[in-house]
Structure formats: structure tokens, C-alpha cells
């Protein structure tokens, strides 16, 4: 049972890529899932997330405008397309699903949460992540 990242290579800044995050064991419809990245030396940024439904889309501030998240429940897959990149976004990009109620149940604003900074404990299914590398 995991959530598997693919789609990451090696690009020049401005480039683009789009990585795929496909769910194994079990299905993705009934979750809302989200991109997490760690660049080497640093601590885990939250990317974005999407709703259960794939329509509600959550981002960081330092990819807004940039990368696209979106959610094929038939396949559950995940995407999210990266445009612009900048050499800032090298990273291994890891998907999870969200498995804990703080965002199900709307605590996570009450709790000064984005849907991407909760709690560890409230992501489940974590997979390998797909490397991204942005050459200046």
C-alpha cells in the first residue's frame, strides 16, 4: 500500500515538468492528496494539495502561479504540472494522501493549519519520491 512519484528528471530554469503519482493497494478517490519536496539539507515543504473531489487546490506561496495539481480519481493518480521552474524547486518530490481528520473535518483552520503544514500524523501512504533537478 503505497503512493508512488514518478515524472522528475533533470530541466533548465524555465523549463517544465509534470510528475504523476499513482496510488497502489488502494484507491485515491476517497482521499485528498498532496505534494510534499525536500531539498538536500532542508526540512520537508509542503507543495500543494487537492481536495477529495479534485477540484479544491491548495499551494505554497513559492509555487502559486507555477505548478498545477490535479487528481484523476478513475486512475488514482495524482499530477502536478511545474512550469517556470526555477532552480530553487530542486528537490525529491514526495505524494501522500491525507488519512487523518484534521482536514476532513475542518480543524485544520482552526488550528492555524494549511492543508500542506498539518501534522505529520495526519499523512498517510508515503511512497519513494521522483527527483527534480533545475540547472541555472
Known amino acids: 500500500v503505497q503512493l508512488q512519484a514518478s515524472g522528475g528528471g533533470l530541466v533548465q530554469a524555465g523549463g517544465s515538468l509534470r510528475l504523476s503519482c499513482a496510488a497502489s493497494?488502494?484507491?485515491?478517490?476517497?482521499?485528498?492528496a498532496c505534494w510534499f519536496r525536500q531539498a538536500p539539507g532542508k526540512g520537508r515543504e509542503g507543495v500543494s494539495c487537492?481536495?477529495?473531489?479534485?477540484?479544491?487546490?491548495y499551494y505554497a506561496d513559492s509555487v502559486k502561479d507555477r505548478f498545477a495539481i490535479s487528481k484523476d480519481n478513475a486512475k488514482s493518480t495524482v499530477f502536478l504540472q511545474m512550469n517556470d521552474l526555477k532552480p530553487e524547486d530542486t528537490a525529491v518530490y514526495h505524494c501522500?494522501?491525507?488519512?487523518?481528520?484534521?482536514?476532513?473535518?475542518?480543524?485544520?483552520?482552526?488550528?492555524?493549519?494549511?492543508?500542506?503544514?498539518?501534522?505529520?500524523?495526519?499523512?498517510?501512504?508515503w511512497g519513494q519520491g521522483t527527483q527534480v533537478t533545475v540547472s541555472s
Open positions: 501522500t494522501a491525507i488519512t487523518g481528520p484534521l482536514y476532513y473535518t475542518g480543524g485544520y483552520s482552526h488550528g492555524g493549519y494549511t492543508p500542506f503544514s498539518m501534522p505529520a500524523s495526519e499523512y498517510g501512504y
Open positions: 493497494g488502494f484507491t485515491l478517490d476517497v482521499f485528498a
Open positions: 487537492i481536495h477529495t473531489n479534485g477540484v479544491t487546490t
